[in-house]
């Protein structure tokens, strides 16, 4: 199976756990990925105000995300992702994993990332040309180990192996890096609310033993 950053929805107000952790990577995965299409921020500014489990530990950043994307147009936020992630040469933030792990691009991290990605039968799109360890791919990953139709994958096992391994290591170290750049604003409230997710999903991992 080949993956890609997907279409996505935020999260439904009829709270399912499963299918709203699949629909928040899938989220994550296109707000990441490129400047958000403008069907994604609209469904986004008129999207349930509640997270999936109102009260939770999600509920803050999850209407702070959707009040800076009603305060934002579609150009401001595309805008935003370009000064942030885009540009030619050295970006003003990164958004892969080996970065934050070694300080460089394309090194060991992502080979065992690429050799555990094989074993679930899982690559690239050839259409993408960022790394394995850019975090809107992961998000996918971690959209169809959830969301997938094949049980010897697509399970609770498979999903703590690989957010352990792959993206907690990591994932707050670039959540800060956004929210501290001067120029972030929707991104800023796009890396708390990751923030936010991947912390839950590790005391999730955590209760499972």
Known sequence: MTVSASAA?????????????ADIYGLL?????????????????QAEPHAPDAGSFLETPWQDL??????LDDA???????????GMG?????????????????EKPLVGLRNDLQALGLARDPSVSETEDHIAFLCEVMRYLIAGDDASVSNLARQREFFSAHIQPWVHDMAAAIAAHPAARFYARSAAFIQAFASVEAQGFDMLG
Do not use: C, W
């Open 29 to 45: 995965a296109q707000l990441f990925y490129a400047p958000p299409p403008p069907e994604l921020l609209e469904a986004l500014r």
């Open 9 to 21: 929805i935020p999260p439904p107000s009829d709270f399912d756990e499963e299918v709203a952790r």
């Open 76 to 86: 401001a936020i595309a805008a935003e992702y370009d000064a942030l992630f885009g």
């Open 90 to 106: 050295k970006p003003e933030v990164y958004l892969f994993g080996s970065h934050y792990l070694t300080g460089f691009l394309n």
């Open 66 to 71: 959707m009040r800076e994307a009603r305060a």
